[in-house]
């Protein structure tokens, strides 16, 4: 089955900067690979997702790269605000089975 | 609409007993999963269902049963409950899964699941 790696496992940044978080995935047929937010106490939430067709997405301050050929995508957020904290996880799927990263636990110091 | 709705929040077993996890959701979604999440491991699927009376297993099966009657619920049982399977369930729900097309996943607020 797929696996998906998620890195770092933690990031801390000052407010205003950017976040970079990266994911790898093992299956070259999976074509779908959204980003979810989780804040505490709650499910997690979509934030942004990218299918396989497309090599960029973007909404705002949150971007989502693509690149297939290495199986690796990319989530970025730009001008971090303190209400960005959360965990975030990267997923990818071919069909009805998706696997989610590890996640990656963001910290915005104001 | 409520989207995803899990109950109960929080539930404390004991070893060997049984109990269902409740998970209905009000958009009319075909599909629908139960996933894991504990510390460092991110979530693993336990079951999903592509619709009513189809069920199928996901990555972490083992101890878990699942049915769907209706479009709108998909319980999850545990027979006979372990120390290992104390973590937090989040039920999840999707308009569209398949090769050529998915959907993004709606996710309920979870239930915190301990096993003494």
């Known amino acids: 089955g797929e696996n998906v790696e998620q890195h770092p496992s933690t990031l801390s940044v000052q407010e205003g900067d950017s976040a970079v978080i990266k994911c790898t995935y093992s299956?070259?047929?999976?074509?779908?690979f959204p980003w979810y937010k989780q804040e505490l106490g709650k499910g997690p939430q979509l934030i942004i997702d990218?299918?396989?067709?497309?090599g960029e997405k973007k909404d705002q301050r949150i971007a989502v790269t693509l690149n297939k050929t290495a199986k690796h995508f990319s989530l970025h957020i730009t001008e971090t605000q303190p209400e960005d904290s959360a965990v975030y996880f990267c997923?990818?799927?071919?069909?009805?089975?998706?696997?989610f990263g590890a996640g990656t636990r963001l910290t915005v110091k104001p | 609409n409520a989207g995803v709705t899990q109950t109960p929040k929080f539930q404390v077993l004991k070893t060997g007993q049984s109990m269902t996890l409740q998970c209905a959701q009000d958009?009319?979604?075909?599909?629908m999963s139960w996933y894991r999440q504990d510390p460092g491991m991110g979530l693993r699927l336990i079951h999903y269902?592509?619709?009513?009376?189809?069920?199928d297993q996901g990555e972490v099966p083992n101890g878990y049963n699942v049915s769907r009657s209706t479009t709108e619920d998909f319980p999850l049982r545990l027979l006979s409950a372990a120390p290992s399977q104390t973590s937090v369930y989040f039920c999840a729900s999707s308009y569209r899964t398949g090769s050529s097309y998915n959907s993004p996943l709606h996710f309920g607020n979870g239930t915190r699941l301990t096993v003494t």
């Open positions: 269902s592509v619709g009513a009376g189809i069920t």
């Open positions: 299956d070259s047929a999976s074509n779908y």
């Open positions: 958009m009319n979604h075909e599909y």
């Open positions: 997923a990818a799927s071919r069909g009805n089975d998706m696997r």
């Open positions: 990218i299918r396989s067709n497309v």
